[in-house]
């Protein structure tokens, strides 16, 4: 029954406050006929994102963790013209679906994929002098969240906006040697488990201010943070 007012929930959401999209459809349609598995953010949340980096004031946005682009058509359409998003991706395979999707909703010319491990590009990125973003996602394989977020930092200015995703787990995350509902084992519950530990007490010499929001709905019980990353040390 649970699970089923929350799904029930998030449709009277969406049918009330989202305009009908048939581009951020055709992406979802498209991701799940190529075999994705279905985890993008909920359309709600997708927005609630977009909203964020609207009042934020963003114009430059890094993702980790691509998949089919949805999060992506989101995210970039809350950026100015001019704006730049770069979103990494391990898998090509969902790269080339994301590309797709991305150049349907006329979002090509904004945004770069750069395909594989994350904590393979995120140092080219470094080095080829990109950055500091305004804001950065973090939405890939849970259990490299916290070389994720050493990285963002170092692509970061004080200010800069940083949301993890997934970091509630239906409540897995409170035990150490729970495993991840969703199969990612407890190497992802160790991943979001370090990730409160350092966004509440710093990175180095960096500080950050931050909270976490639980959600539910047609994604179940999960969560993400957000974080003001306030200087660099
Ligand atoms: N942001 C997307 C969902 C991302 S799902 C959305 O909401 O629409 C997590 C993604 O991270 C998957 O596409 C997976 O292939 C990718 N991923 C997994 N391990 C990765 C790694 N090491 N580096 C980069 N991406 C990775
Ligand atoms: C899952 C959900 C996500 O939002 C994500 O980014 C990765 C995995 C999941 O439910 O397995
Ligand atoms: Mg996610």
């Known amino acids: 029954m649970t699970q089923e007012l929350w799904s029930a929930v998030d449709d009277h959401i969406v049918e009330h406050l989202l305009d009908p999209d048939p581009v951020l459809d055709a992406a979802l349609a498209d991701s799940a006929a190529a075999g994705l598995?279905?985890?993008?953010?909920?359309?709600?949340?997708?927005?609630?994102?977009?909203?964020?980096l609207r009042l934020a004031g963003v114009r430059s946005l890094l993702e980790l963790g691509t998949l089919g682009g949805y999060s992506t058509i989101w995210l970039a359409r809350a950026l100015p013209a001019?704006?730049?998003l770069v979103t990494l991706e391990a898998n090509p395979?969902?790269?080339?679906?994301?590309?797709t999707n991305l150049d349907?909703?006329?979002l090509g010319g904004l945004v770069e994929i750069r395909v594989g491990p994350a904590?393979?590009?995120?140092?080219?990125?470094?080095?080829?002098?990109?950055?500091?973003?305004?804001?950065?996602f973090i939405d890939a394989d849970k259990k490299n969240n916290p070389g994720y977020l050493e990285w963002a930092l170092k692509l970061s200015?004080?200010?800069?906006?940083?949301?993890v995703d997934n970091v509630v787990r239906a409540g897995a995350v409170l035990d150490p040697d729970g495993e991840d509902p969703s199969g990612g084992g407890n190497e992802t519950i160790q991943g979001v488990r370090r990730t409160y530990e350092m966004l509440g007490s710093g990175v180095g010499g960096a500080s950050l201010t931050a909270t976490a929001i639980q959600t539910v709905g047609s994604k179940g019980h999960d969560g993400f943070a957000l974080a003001i990353v306030e200087d660099l040390g």
């Open 119 to 136: 904590l393979d590009t995120l140092p080219v990125l470094a080095a080829e002098g990109d950055g500091p973003f305004d804001a950065i």
């Open 104 to 106: 349907r909703a006329g």
């Open 37 to 52: 598995p279905p985890i993008a953010v909920t359309p709600n949340l997708g927005k609630l994102l977009a909203l964020i």
């Open 157 to 163: 200015r004080p200010g800069t906006l940083i949301v």
């Open 93 to 99: 395979e969902y790269a080339e679906v994301a590309r």
């Open 82 to 84: 001019d704006g730049r």
